[in-house]
Each structure stands twice: as structure tokens, then as C-alpha cells.
């Protein structure tokens, strides 16, 4: 434990010297813990936890940013997910497993390179009212598209008149083969005012090793969110294919909402629909309400409910066919 402090320690006295020398490094992160209840995930019955992350997966990070001059600068992001519950790194073990990239800013737009969340990901998640958390999770129907790349390339041109556009190219990095394990992704978005929407596309190459055929999966997502004068609506359209002998083709749409009821309090709401089209009486949809409360600029309370309901011939998040699966949650996240 004292190690941990000290070396904690360190790392905020570098910032503060960086921070001296204006190289502008900034120390960030979240901290959240709840109470979760899941019942028809496990074959054994309902389990109840103490979960890191209810509402947004805890992290501590490092960026920075230093002005080169005439318009150029260089940046960085150092990004750890961290369990609350048990203390332990998050994403399998690795240190900086939520992001670790460096980049140059440019007028002519911004290169990183390292491990990142690809361009649809991003998307889905700024168009979910749940942020990708809570009990109504995009990520519990929405499969394909893949969430972080390693080995990535990512350009972001410059705005313009609230145009965006992000390019990904992710090295598979395979002897002789440099199509497998090979990742693709663009992003073309308008945000200006109340309107924000994004088109999307994907394409992953699979089979790293051996002698499989290789298998490309392809998603096109288009999303957005509008800000009304009471509410802000949210939807999400994905289309799936894939080239593998029995085709993945699926269709996953997101309807959600977030309305401030009055003062620190909001609640926002989802339904997400899965068209299974390999597959009759292969379908899932689920509901979710969720409700915040503000207790500060930086600190929330939370809680969430969602329904999962699986067709005859499916089992997503269930442990078995046609299972139904509730999630309850209930926490507090803190910002820093």
C-alpha cells in the first residue's frame, strides 16, 4: 500500500512540474461503485454483487498537451481501468488498457497512434442516453464492430462548419499477411447546436493465425441525438454482415431519451431491438429506465432497471435459450 501512495505521489509531482514547464498534464479519473442484481444471466440462479463501474467503468488517467507552435502541437493519453471492488487492473490486467496513444496536431487535423476506441464505438456511445453503462447498455445487444484496437492509426480532420470526420487503420501485424487480423473504420459526423448524428463504417478482418479462411466482418452504423427544448432523443441503426460460410447478418436498433425532471434529477430511458436474419425466432429486445441524481458538479447517485427478452432461438446476455434476463442497479460515481 505504501508503494502504491508513494508512487502515486510521484506521478502528481511530475504533473506539477510538467504543469509548471506548460506542458499542461492533467490527472483525471472516475471512481464508482454499486450494488447489482442479475437474474437469468447464470444458470445457477440470481447473483448479487458489488460491481466497479454501474454507470461508467472506473479509470485513472494521464494527458497532456504541449504547443509546438504556428498551429502544431503534441499530445498524449494514458488510460487505466481499475475494479473498484477488488483494486485490480481492468481489460484482462493490462496497466493502460481503457487507452494509451500519442499524436501531433496539426491545422491540417491530428494523428495518434496506439490503442483506441474505434470510430463506431465512439458513436454508439454518444448516442446512447446510458452512456454505455447502467442496466441499458448499447453494448448488451449491440455485438459487432469491436470496442478498442490496438496497433491503430487513427486522423481526425479539422472542423469545419460542424463537419467531422475520423479515419482508423489498425495494423494486424501478421507475418506475411498484412490483410488478417487487419481493422478499417470511418466516421462522418455533423454537431452544431442541438444536432448531433454520425454514419459510420467497420470492416475487421479475423483468423490471426493458422489456416482458416479469413472472415470480414462489415457494420454500418447511423446515429444521432437531438436537443428539444424538454428532452433529447436518441437513436441508433446498425447493419452486420460478415463473409464467414454461415453469414453473420444482423440489423440492431437503439430509441432512447434523457429528460430533466426538475432541478439535480434526470432519467433516461432505452429500447434496443436485435434482427437476427440468419436465423428464425432469433431475436432480442430490451428495455431499460434509468434516473440520476446530482449531488454536485463531480458526484451522482444512480439507479437502473432492464428487461432482456430473447426469442425461442437466442441467448444473448442469458444463460439459456429464449431466457429472459433483469438487471438492477443502484450506485455512486465520482469525477476527479
Avoid at 458489488?50 to 507552435?69: P, T, W
Avoid at 493465425?209 to 441503426?237: C, W
Avoid at 436498433?253 to 433516461?268: D, K, N
Wanted: charged letters at 15%.
Amino acid at each position: 500500500m505504501k508503494k502504491t501512495i508513494l508512487a502515486l505521489a510521484a506521478l502528481a509531482s511530475l504533473a506539477g512540474t510538467a504543469q509548471a514547464q506548460d506542458s499542461n498534464v492533467t490527472i483525471y479519473g472516475i471512481a464508482d461503485m454499486g450494488f447489482v442484481r442479475d437474474s437469468g444471466a447464470n444458470a445457477a440462479g440470481a447473483t448479487s454483487s458489488l460491481v466497479s463501474g454501474g454507470q461508467s467503468a472506473s479509470r485513472i488517467g494521464f494527458k497532456g498537451k504541449e504547443a509546438l507552435g504556428k498551429g502544431y502541437a503534441a499530445f498524449f493519453t494514458l488510460e487505466a481501468g481499475i475494479l473498484m471492488d477488488t483494486g485490480a487492473s481492468d481489460q484482462g490486467g493490462l496497466l493502460f488498457g481503457r487507452q494509451a496513444f500519442v499524436g501531433l496536431q496539426t491545422p491540417y487535423g491530428s494523428v495518434r497512434m496506439g490503442r483506441m476506441y474505434t470510430p463506431i464505438y465512439e458513436a454508439r456511445h454518444a448516442f446512447d442516453p446510458f452512456d454505455g453503462g447502467f442496466g441499458g447498455d448499447f453494448g448488451r445487444i449491440f455485438i459487432a464492430g469491436g470496442k478498442r484496437a490496438n496497433n491503430a492509426v487513427v486522423y481526425d480532420a479539422p472542423g469545419m462548419g460542424g463537419y467531422q470526420m475520423e479515419a482508423m487503420y489498425v495494423l494486424g501485424e501478421q507475418p506475411g499477411d498484412a490483410s488478417r487480423a487487419r481493422q478499417m473504420g470511418l466516421s462522418l459526423g455533423y454537431k452544431k447546436g442541438a444536432a448531433d448524428f454520425k454514419l459510420v463504417w467497420d470492416a475487421q478482418n479475423n483468423n490471426p493465425a493458422g489456416t482458416a479462411p479469413l472472415v470480414t466482418t462489415r457494420s454500418t452504423a447511423l446515429g444521432g441525438n437531438y436537443k428539444f427544448p424538454l428532452v433529447t432523443v436518441f437513436a441508433v441503426g446498425q447493419v452486420n454482415k460478415s463473409s464467414a460460410a454461415v453469414a453473420l447478418d444482423t440489423r440492431d436498433y437503439l430509441l432512447g431519451f434523457s429528460l430533466p425532471v426538475g432541478g439535480p434529477s434526470t432519467v433516461i430511458g432505452t429500447y434496443i431491438f436485435h434482427d437476427n436474419r440468419n436465423l428464425a425466432d432469433a431475436d432480442t429486445r430490451q428495455w431499460a429506465l434509468g434516473y440520476k441524481y446530482q449531488l454536485s458538479k463531480r458526484t451522482n447517485l444512480y439507479t437502473s432497471y432492464a428487461r432482456l427478452d430473447n426469442d425461442s432461438r437466442a441467448k444473448l446476455q442469458t444463460a439459456a435459450l429464449g431466457g429472459t434476463d433483469k438487471l438492477f442497479s443502484a450506485g455512486i460515481r465520482h469525477l476527479f
